[in-house]
């Protein structure tokens, strides 16, 4: 079993190792193998612009330059915010204490999961615990790193047939618009009456 991460809810702490919960282990997955006359496998490759120069999988890589399209040394960089202030570096979720704070459903209905993770236990007395903190579907969130990095993942811990789960992603902050111009009043125009009636008959 890997390194646990340990999470806190009031005075109580638990300790849990995460394991991924694989799409394609749930569902299955179906694998497509191309092969040629012969039946040797396929393998992927990329043509470039001038139609003859064919790049193998594996021939490509990413470079960082600069204005001048010299190579930078990424350790060289440095990460800023939109408003160009230095990024703070935010720790593993391994490194320390996790403190779990209290969630809504709309926070649960609000997340664009990207991984779902399964807690495992070495002792039944941990998982006991942290359902007991989940019954009734409640919910708690906290900021997941696997590893350091400068942008943590919004994380919502929860239960579901007698086992915890981590869902991970980003929560979305949607904006409603609201038409708050009111209608303005229509006032009917006084029918005028007309000086003088006339008669149908007479025409």
Do not use: H
Not at 3 to 28: C, H, M, P, Q, W
């Amino acid at each position: 079993m890997g390194k646990n991460l340990t999470f806190s809810i009031g005075s109580e702490k638990f300790e849990a190792g995460i394991t991924k919960v694989d799409r394609d282990k749930v569902y299955g997955y179906v694998e497509e193998v191309v092969t040629d006359k012969s039946g040797n496998v396929c393998s992927t490759g990329n043509l470039l612009d001038d139609g003859q120069t064919l790049i193998l999988s594996g021939s490509t890589a990413l470079k960082t330059v600069d204005a001048n399209f010299a190579e930078q040394d990424k350790k060289a960089l440095k990460t800023v915010y939109l408003d160009g202030t230095d990024a703070t570096l935010i720790p593993s979720s391994y490194d320390g204490e996790i403190k779990l704070e209290k969630a809504s459903l709309e926070d649960l209905f609000n997340l664009e999961i990207t991984t779902v993770y399964q807690l495992t236990w070495e002792d039944a007395t941990g998982k006991a615990g942290m359902l007991k903190w989940l019954e009734d579907g409640a919910v708690f969130q906290f900021v997941f790193n696997y590893r350091a990095d400068f942008d943590g993942a919004d994380a919502i811990v929860l239960s579901s047939q007698n086992e915890v789960f981590v869902l991970t992603g980003r929560l979305l902050d949607f904006e409603y618009l609201e038409n708050k111009s009111a209608i303005p009043p229509v006032e009917e125009a006084p029918q005028e009456e007309s000086e003088e009636e006339v008669d149908f008959g007479m025409l």
